[in-house]
C-alpha cells in the first residue's frame, strides 16, 4: 500500500482570546496504518522541524480509555465511526487526497486553550456537584458485602463506562451535557452504594449542568451517535425521572 | 431543595414540561382535527359539533384558557432553548455533520423552532379567521339555529391563498410532530430502547396522518368538494 497524502485543514488558536483561524497543511507520507493522532504526531514533528508551532491537541492513553482526545473530525466528534474515540480511529478510513477539516469540541462551557484543546473542567465541576458516593477510607470493603444484582451491576457498568470526553457537548446542537451528566447519574443512582446521596445527587448535578452554561437538551440523540462507548440516550430519560422523583 | 415552581425551570424541569404541553396539545390536535373531518359528514356535522361545544358555555372559556396557557408555556420554552443555544456555543463549526445511527436528527429535529414559531403565528390567524370570523346563521335539521361555521370554512377555503397557505402549514405541523411525538415520549422519562425505535416510528406514522388529516379539508374545497352541500358560489 502506497503512502497518501492527506489535506489538512486544522483550527490553530494561540490561547482563550485569541479569535483563531483555520490553517491548511499538506501532509505526505501517510499511512494507512497510522492512528489518526499519530497522522499528527507526523505533522507536528514536520512543523517543528521548519520551525512551526506545533498543533496541539490533547491525548493521554491512546487506547479510547482516556477520553482526552476528543476533536471535531469533518463535522464529526471522534471522526466517522461509530463508537471508536479519534485515537482510535486509523488513516486507512481515508484516501489519497482527502481533505480533513479538524475543529476543537465547541461549546462556550469548553473554552479553547490553544488550537485544539479545550478546557472541560466545566464536567469535571458537574462531577464536584455529586458524581460520588460517600463511604469510609480505608481498607477496600469485602466486594461481596453489598450483594447487587447481576443485571442491574451490568446496567450501572454500561453508564460506568464514560469516559467523559465531551463527544456529547461537541456534536449537540444545543451544547447540551445532559448525556454526560445522565450517564453519572444513571450509573451513581441505579447501585446501592449510591442511593443514600440520590436525590440530593440528581438536583446538584443537573444544576451545575446549567450553571456551567451548557445547553438545553432537545432530545436529537446525536449524543448517543458519537459516544464512543455508545451510551444510550435512554439515560437521559432516566435522568428526568430521577428528577422528578428527586423534587417531589 | 428546589421549590417546584424553580425546578420546572431547570433544563430537566423545562425539558418535562414541554413534554407534558407537547402531549395536552397532541391530544387538542387529534380532537380539533376529528372536528374538521365532520365536514365529511353529514351535511349538518360541522355545525352541529360547533354548536355541541357551544352549549358548554363557561367550561369552553376554561377550556380554551387552559388550553392558550398551555401552547404560550410550551412556545415560551422551545423559544428560549433555541435562543439559549447561541450562547451556548458562541463559535460555530466550519463543517458539522450528523453521525447517523442511533442519532435523531433531520429536517424535521432540525427545523423544530422554525415549524413551531410558523404554527405560532399561524394560530393567532386561524383564531381570527375561523373562530374570530363572520359567520351567519344556519338551521340544524332539527329547527336550531346555529352559527354557520361549514359555509365560513367552505368560503375560506376558495381563496388559493388561504387553500395552500394552510395546507403549507400543515406539512410544517406534520413536521414538527414527527420529531416531537417521539421527543415528547422521551422527555416523559422513556427509557426503553427498544419501545423508544416503536415509538419513533408510531410517532413519525401519526405526523403524517395528522398532517394528512388538516390538508386534505383545504384542498377538498378548493378543488370545488363541499359546494353543493353549502349552496354557495364555488370556483
Known amino acids: ?248 | 431543595m428546589p421549590s417546584l415552581l424553580e425546578a420546572f425551570q431547570s433544563q430537566v424541569g423545562r425539558k418535562i414540561l414541554t413534554g407534558i404541553t407537547g402531549v395536552l396539545l397532541v391530544f387538542f390536535i387529534i380532537f380539533h382535527l376529528a372536528g374538521n373531518l365532520a365536514i365529511f359528514g353529514d351535511p349538518d356535522a360541522m355545525n352541529s359539533y360547533s354548536y355541541f361545544l357551544h352549549q358548554f358555555g363557561p367550561l369552553l372559556w376554561i377550556a380554551r384558557i387552559g388550553l392558550l396557557l398551555i401552547f404560550v408555556i410550551h412556545a415560551w420554552i422551545g423559544i428560549s432553548i433555541w435562543l439559549k443555544k447561541r450562547k451556548a456555543r458562541p463559535v460555530d463549526y466550519k463543517v458539522y455533520s450528523s453521525k447517523g445511527g442511533p442519532s435523531k436528527q433531520s429536517l424535521s429535529s432540525r427545523s423544530m423552532a422554525f415549524t413551531g414559531v410558523v404554527l405560532l403565528i399561524f394560530v393567532v390567524f386561524h383564531i381570527n379567521t375561523f373562530a374570530l370570523g363572520d359567520m351567519g346563521d344556519a338551521m340544524l335539521a332539527d329547527g336550531t339555529v346555529v352559527h354557520d361555521v361549514k359555509t365560513l370554512v367552505i368560503d375560506t377555503f376558495q381563496n388559493p391563498l388561504y387553500a395552500f397557505g394552510y395546507t403549507f402549514v400543515m406539512i410544517l405541523l406534520g413536521a414538527h410532530l414527527g420529531h416531537g411525538i417521539w421527543s415528547a415520549f422521551t422527555s416523559l422519562t422513556l427509557r426503553s430502547k427498544k419501545a423508544s425505535a416503536v415509538i419513533y416510528s408510531i410517532g413519525v406514522i401519526a405526523a403524517i396522518f395528522i398532517a394528512v388529516g388538516f390538508l386534505v379539508i383545504p384542498l377538498y374545497i378548493y378543488f370545488g368538494g363541499g359546494c353543493d352541500a353549502a349552496l354557495i358560489h364555488c370556483n
Open chain 1, 1 to 248: 500500500m502506497s503512502d497518501m497524502t492527506i489535506n489538512l485543514k486544522i483550527w490553530r488558536q494561540k490561547n482563550t482570546n485569541d479569535s483563531g483561524h483555520f490553517e491548511d497543511y499538506i501532509l505526505a507520507g501517510v499511512n494507512e496504518h497510522m492512528s489518526f493522532l499519530e497522522m499528527l504526531d507526523v505533522l507536528n514533528e514536520k512543523l517543528i522541524k521548519e520551525g512551526n508551532d506545533p498543533v496541539e491537541f490533547d491525548y493521554d492513553c491512546r487506547e479510547g480509555i482516556c477520553g482526552s482526545c476528543n476533536m471535531v473530525i469533518n463535522g464529526k466528534a471522534h471522526g466517522p465511526k461509530h463508537k471508536t474515540a479519534a485515537c482510535q480511529l486509523h488513516m486507512r478510513t481515508y484516501s489519497d487526497g482527502d481533505t480533513i477539516v479538524i475543529e476543537p469540541p465547541r461549546a462556550g462551557a469548553f473554552p479553547v486553550i490553544k488550537d485544539l484543546v479545550v478546557d472541560r473542567t466545566a464536567l469535571d465541576r458537574i462531577i464536584e456537584a455529586g458524581g460520588y458516593i460517600s463511604v469510609k477510607t480505608g481498607a477496600a470493603p469485602e466486594a461481596n458485602l453489598i450483594p447487587v444484582e447481576q443485571d442491574v451491576s451490568n446496567q450501572a457498568f454500561d453508564y460506568a463506562t464514560c469516559i467523559g470526553c465531551g463527544a456529547c457537548v461537541a456534536a449537540c446542537p444545543n451544547s447540551s451535557a445532559s448525556l454526560f451528566t445522565a450517564s453519572k447519574l444513571s450509573h451513581l443512582n441505579r447501585l446501592p452504594q449510591g442511593r443514600p446521596e440520590r436525590s440530593k445527587r440528581t438536583i446538584a448535578m443537573v444544576e451545575q449542568m446549567e450553571k456551567e452554561g451548557f445547553g438545553d437538551c432537545s432530545n436529537y440523540a446525536e449524543c448517543e451517535a458519537v459516544c464512543p462507548v455508545g451510551i444510550s440516550i435512554s439515560s437521559i430519560a432516566e435522568m428526568r425521572r430521577e428528577y422528578m422523583k428527586a423534587i417531589f
